[in-house]
């Protein structure tokens, strides 16, 4: 067996080899990764688990990359723990991998891994494979923070102004969403942003708020894309803008907006859907309309499925349909949309 130190150069050159251009090189960066990993070294049996997790110069195979994960576990590597009880909770085949994947996620949250700590604080916080849980989700968020997850220190703020697991302070987030956007994070410059527009927890500042949220919105975050969509689109849509302004604002918006819609998001595919049908910026397209409002529903967004519900029953982009407007009221209504139950009333 190799010492330490001649395991680490190697595996630094089979990683060197991978990131190689040339496909050469990276079969002998395989080559160097599986037989280290063969000879029991963790980090290389926890490498080639993701490989074949991820299908990354290996074919994908689930089975193959638990069987490595696994070995690596064998040897106390943190990180082998998080990434098998991340695949036993994302892909889960049954209620004891849930368990397994749980108990290996709690190993590697104790042995310091921030991936783990931040991994339960979520499913604390949201009450997703483990009961809801404020106090555990901040215990957890806060290891992780202290480990160096950005995306906790997000959470742990979101958390003061809710007064979840720690009670509510405005003022107690901003170190957690300014520490977050000091590492460039767009979360953290997002909720920064509106905290210095609404005063929330520090004193107003347009300028500064403006400007973290469109450098969110640079760094492609769909919540800041959307925000500052919506802005626009609220000013044009606003009375006392007089035309000139009307279309200037009409293009921002569909600028924020379609950047939105290409990522699949729900929001800005519902959005630009009425500005299509309404003409504004674009020339009135009443199908292309209907066409985002079905890719917004396709995400189980209620407000597009109330869209496509009034399509339907005024024949816009489409014939009149009833009974298809029905449909997509009911699918609505089954999540509380209140405009969607008072359509079904006035239907039935």
């Known amino acids: 067996m190799m010492a330490e130190d001649s395991l680490s150069t190697r595996f630094d050159m089979g990683n060197m080899y991978l990131d190689s251009e040339d496909e050469k090189e990276q079969r002998r960066g395989i080559e160097i990764i599986g037989e280290l990993a063969i000879d029991g070294y963790s980090p290389a049996q926890c490498l080639l688990g993701y490989l074949y997790w991820k299908g990354f110069h290996l074919p994908q195979s689930r089975e193959k990359a638990v069987k490595w994960y696994k070995r690596a576990v064998q040897e106390n590597n943190a990180e082998a723990k998080f990434s098998l009880g991340w695949i036993y909770l994302s892909d889960s085949k049954s209620d004891n991998d849930i368990q397994e994947g749980l108990r290996l996620m709690t190993e590697a949250a104790q042995d310091g891994n921030c991936d783990a700590q931040d991994c339960l604080g979520e499913c604390y916080h949201y009450g997703v494979f483990l009961e809801e849980d404020a106090s555990a989700a901040w215990h957890f968020y806060k290891k992780a923070a202290e480990s160096g997850s950005v995306n906790s220190l997000v959470q742990l703020g979101l958390m003061c102004q809710a007064g979840e697991g720690t009670s509510h302070d405005d003022a107690a987030a901003i170190p957690y969403f300014e520490a977050a956007a000091k590492q460039g994070d767009a979360k953290g410059k997002y909720y920064l942003g509106l905290a210095y527009l609404d005063g929330q927890g520090v004193d107003v500042n347009d300028d500064k708020g403006c400007s973290l949220i469109e450098s969110a919105a640079a760094d492609g975050l769909e919540l800041a ?34 950047q939105a819609a290409e990522k699949n998001d729900a929001e800005g595919q519902w959005q630009l859907g009425w500005m299509y049908i309404r003409g504004e910026c674009f020339d009135k397209d009443e199908q292309k309309g209907r066409e985002y409002f079905e890719k917004a529903a396709e995400r189980d967004f209620s407000p597009a499925m109330v869209a496509l519900g009034i399509c339907n029953e005024e024949g816009i982009g489409v014939f009149k349909n009833k009974r298809t407007a029905i449909h997509w009221y009911e699918k609505a209504a089954a999540q509380n949309n209140e405009e969607a139950i008072a359509a079904l009333k006035r239907l039935r």
């Open 225 to 258: 894309l959307d925000f500052l969509g919506n802005t626009y689109l609220s000013l044009g849509r606003d009375e006392e803008s007089d035309d000139e302004k009307r279309n200037e604002y009409f293009k921002e918006a569909a600028y924020y907006l379609s």
